[in-house]
């Protein structure tokens, strides 16, 4: 059946899937179980496995990360820096990352990211008091670098490894599953790194890369049709050129590409202020604070695609989801702001990342289904692009308004919860009329 699947109808099917828009998926009775895509389709079940299994490390290593840091100096800027260096890199990295993933091989990218990150995350084992925070500061850019060109092939390869009826279940899928090793990475970090200490932690990621990699390597992707030719630095420019062009071209493509990045500009700064709260929880062990309230998160973003997927399965209805979902998350948000600092606020943090985890799983079928492959991966790096900057910005700005005291962490929590109900209003009252007249015009 796999076989059938990567030459046969199965590959005719997705070309006619694309050529025809977001059309022919508009409703959830034409989606497959989540069950039978896993049984069904090899492919698609390896690299999910590969996503396990790195995802798990990853989240175990993040929680033992923000430890450290807070261990070795206290400062919420410090901190900032931190998720700053897992963001700035990718935003300059993914332009580029985005070329090679339209021009080489996915697989061996995905494959080569997976071994060099196992060797990166080696190296905090060399981070020992603040004097090595530098050090941290490059590997964790080198990993994020790594992480960039990984993530544009993976979002790119799952339509061709897919049905057009299995390319939102897929999508969904993957989404629950990063938010439920999320949840449980989180909480299982931070216990593991108070009882086993950081450098086991470092190590276990490490070994979760070689992991994913092993998977990777036995997954069948189908060739593209993208260019597969080397070029110079002045043809890379043009052609990245040529995927910013492709979004304003298709004004389509390019309001989707802008959804992520627009819950980010409350949302980004909210997530930051999670690894501050967490030793307002859990004073005398910060790191399962943070772990919790993470964890919590991961819950969050795992059950709104589902509920999502429910609730609104006609895809006309969706771009109003992601405008009324980004002021979701800001109200909930609020709550946390003026609420006790105690374990109640673990269930408005698992509300406020519900609509986050619909906005990113449903923006992301849009964008798949809207762009053709030979753009798919220049797009994705885009989107990430926009996205890691305006994290990066918003993260920034709240980190030196703590590290000044010019806010409380309360103040800055309703603050940026402000920002997330405006942001939504204003994506209701721009994106969304444009969105109904692109649907009136024939396709």
Not at 206 to 212: K, R, V
């Amino acid at each position: 059946m796999i076989g059938q699947l990567d030459q046969g109808d199965g590959v005719s099917t997705r070309r006619r899937f694309l050529d025809q828009g977001d059309s022919s998926v508009s409703t959830q009775d034409q989606s497959i179980g989540y069950l039978a895509l896993l049984r069904s389709n090899q492919n698609f079940r390896r690299i999910w496995l590969g996503d396990m299994a790195s995802l798990l490390g990853d989240w175990f290593a993040t929680i033992a990360l923000y430890t450290l840091v807070r261990n070795l100096t206290g400062s919420p800027l410090a901190m900032g820096l931190v998720l700053i260096t897992k963001l700035l890199p990718w935003a300059i990295a993914s332009p580029f990352a985005g070329l090679l993933v339209d021009r080489l091989d996915r697989r061996w990218l995905m494959i080569g990211s997976d071994l060099l990150r196992a060797v990166v995350v080696l190296g905090f084992l060399l981070v020992n008091d603040a004097g090595d925070l530098p050090l941290l500061y490059l590997l964790i850019a080198l990993q994020v670098i790594l992480g960039a060109v990984f993530i544009p092939a993976r979002s790119a390869v799952i339509p061709n490894v897919t049905s057009p009826r299995e390319l939102l279940t897929a999508n969904t899928l993957s989404a629950a599953t990063w938010s439920t090793l999320l949840a449980v990475g989180a909480a299982l970090g931070g216990f593991a790194t108070a009882w086993l200490g950081t450098q086991l932690v470092f190590v276990l990621d490490s070994a979760s890369y070689l992991i994913s990699a092993w998977f990777i390597l036995r997954t069948r992707i189908p060739a593209t049709d993208a260019p597969k030719r080397p070029s110079t630095l002045a043809a890379a420019l043009t052609d990245i050129a040529d995927g910013w062009r492709h979004m304003r071209r298709f004004p389509r493509i390019g309001r989707i590409a802008l959804t992520k990045a627009a819950w980010s500009l409350g949302g980004g700064a909210q997530v930051f202020m999670l690894t501050l709260l967490g030793e307002q929880l859990t004073p005398d062990e910060p790191g399962i604070g943070i772990g919790l309230l993470y964890a919590a998160r991961g819950l969050g973003t795992g059950l709104g695609p589902i509920a999502a997927r429910i609730w609104v399965p006609r895809q006309e209805h969706w771009p109003t989801l992601l405008g009324l979902g980004i002021i979701a998350s800001g109200v909930a948000y609020a709550a946390v702001g003026w609420s006790p600092w105690n374990y109640g606020i673990l269930a408005l943090v698992v509300l406020g990342h519900m609509p986050s985890g619909a906005n990113w799983t449903f923006s992301t079928v849009l964008l798949q289904q809207r762009t053709e492959d030979r753009y798919r991966g220049r797009v994705f790096a885009t989107e990430w692009l926009l996205l890691t900057c305006t994290n990066s910005t918003a993260i920034l700005v709240v980190s030196l308004l703590l590290e000044s005291a010019t806010l409380t962490l309360r103040q800055a929590i309703v603050g940026s919860s402000a920002v997330l109900v405006a942001t939504g209003l204003l994506w209701l009252a721009t994106v969304v009329p444009q969105e109904r007249q692109a649907a009136e015009v024939p396709q």
